[in-house]
Nanobody
Framework: QVQLMESGGGVVQPGGSLRLSCHAS????????MGWYRQAPGKQRELVGS???????NYADSVKGRATITRDNDRNMVYLQMINLKPEDTAVYYC???????WGQGTQVTVSS
C-alpha cells in the first residue's frame, strides 16, 4: 500500500501559476504510473494528467499547454505545475498511484480575483 500526501494548494489569481506536490510513502512508488486528478464542486473527478515510470506524460485537453507533471523517483515525489490558471481550474486536486489504487486526501486550488 502507498500513502499519498498532496500539498501546495491555495488561492491564485486568474493568469497565475502554482505547483502542487505529492509525496508517496512505500517502496513501489517508482514502479508505477502516477496521476493527478481534480474534482470541482458538483462535478465528477476528472483526470488532469499522468506520468509513467520513465517520465512520459499525457494531459487532459483542458490543461494541455498549461500543465506539466514531473516526478522524482529518488524522493518519491510527483509534481503538477500549472500556469495561466483559469477560474474553471478551481477544484480539489488529488494524486493517484495506479499500482495500489491509492489516493491522497486532496488539496484545494481556488482561482479567483
Amino acid at each position: 500500500q502507498v500513502q499519498l500526501m498532496e500539498s501546495g494548494g491555495g488561492v491564485v489569481q486568474p493568469g497565475g501559476s502554482l505547483r502542487l506536490s505529492c509525496h508517496a510513502s512505500g517502496s513501489d512508488f517508482r514502479m508505477y504510473a502516477m496521476g493527478w486528478y481534480r474534482q470541482a464542486p458538483g462535478k465528477q473527478r476528472e483526470l488532469v494528467g499522468s506520468i509513467i515510470t520513465r517520465g512520459a506524460t499525457n494531459y487532459a485537453d483542458s490543461v494541455k499547454g498549461r500543465a506539466t507533471i514531473t516526478r522524482d523517483n529518488d524522493r518519491n515525489m510527483v509534481y503538477l505545475q500549472m500556469i495561466n490558471l483559469k477560474p474553471e481550474d478551481t477544484a480539489v486536486y488529488y494524486c493517484h498511484h495506479y499500482g495500489s489504487d491509492s489516493w491522497g486526501q486532496g488539496t484545494q486550488v481556488t482561482v479567483s480575483s
